[in-house]
């Protein structure tokens, strides 16, 4: 327990920030939409239709109806899961080689636990670090939608987005983990695991500006929660099946690399 409390007071600023961050990305992103209405004449799917085909795909023209305020939500909700991605998989790196990367393993040594006490403390705090964060990008969420939705329904799908963001940050915190346990260097498999994320989100926009190679949004879980199919139907039920047995795989991971690998001091 003093480890877990100790985590949660170690991350405490560096949540604040990134809540931060992100009420100032939702925010942004939802006035946006609010300025397109303020202009009369204005119609923001026609807007949409002139820019190239390319960049259609990606911003769900055809698919989403830009004048709703959840469906506008939900071409912002890219940028949205790729910050929580980011903040679980760095947070997930971090949390388990902190000691190794401060030379403060010492700390871990003298005290009367096992190394899997250690990473259960560790991953129960990283994971209460995620819910907070996501309980807040929810309640953002719903008060900006709800403010500018001119009585279309939100709730539902607000609460749906929500639980893929969640879930796909989860995915990659545990991604972190494992890469922090795989490998000793902890600058190392921070970058791996970065670059990870990066390859996999990109992977994701050149589905959706394709449009033609959806089969292989099982290489890229940023496919697996994608706001389109989650509103519009059509989802596809084995992703989060996919998604919670890779999360639980890397867990596991975690906790075997972890506990036979020599710390670095």
Same mark, same amino acid.
């Given at each position: ?58 911003? %769900?023209? %055809?698919?989403?109806? #830009? ?8 071409? #912002?909700?890219? =940028? ?42 560790? !991953? ?43 879930? !796909? ?36 926009? *050149?589905?959706? *500006? ?24 059509? =989802? ?8 919670? !047995?890779?999360?639980?795989?890397? *867990? ?14």
């Amino acid at each position: 327990m003093n480890i877990y409390l100790r985590e949660l007071k170690a991350h405490m600023k560096p949540l604040i920030i990134w809540t931060a961050s992100m009420a100032l990305l939702i925010m942004g992103g939802m006035a946006k939409y609010s300025a397109t209405l303020g202009i009369e004449g204005m119609n923001m799917n026609d807007l949409m239709k002139t820019m190239p085909k390319s960049l259609q795909n990606i911003f %769900g023209v %055809g698919v989403f109806d #830009l004048s709703i305020a959840l469906e506008y939500y939900a071409v #912002l909700y890219m =940028y949205i899961v790729l910050v929580a991605a980011v903040h679980g998989v760095m947070l997930g790196a971090g949390i388990i080689a902190k000691e190794e990367r401060d030379r403060t393993v010492e700390y871990l040594m003298v005290k009367p636990v096992s190394r899997q006490s250690i990473i259960t403390s560790k !991953l129960l705090a990283a994971l209460t670090n995620v819910a907070v964060f996501n309980g807040f990008i929810y309640a953002a969420s719903f008060a900006m939608i709800g403010y500018y939705s001119e009585g279309h329904p939100y709730a539902a799908g607000v609460l749906k987005l929500s639980l893929g963001c969640f879930a !796909l940050e989860i995915f990659f915190l545990a991604m972190g983990a494992f890469f922090a346990a795989l490998i000793s260097r902890s600058k190392l498999s921070s970058a791996v695991s970065t670059g990870i994320l990066l390859l996999t989100f990109m992977l994701a926009v *050149i589905i959706d *500006i394709s449009g033609n190679y959806d089969y292989l949004g099982y290489l890229s879980p940023f496919k697996y929660f994608d706001a389109g199919k989650i509103l519009k139907g059509g =989802y596809n039920y084995a992703y989060p099946v996919l998604a919670a !047995l890779l999360t639980v795989s890397f *867990i596991s991971a975690t906790y075997y690399f972890y506990k036979r690998r020599d710390l670095r001091i």
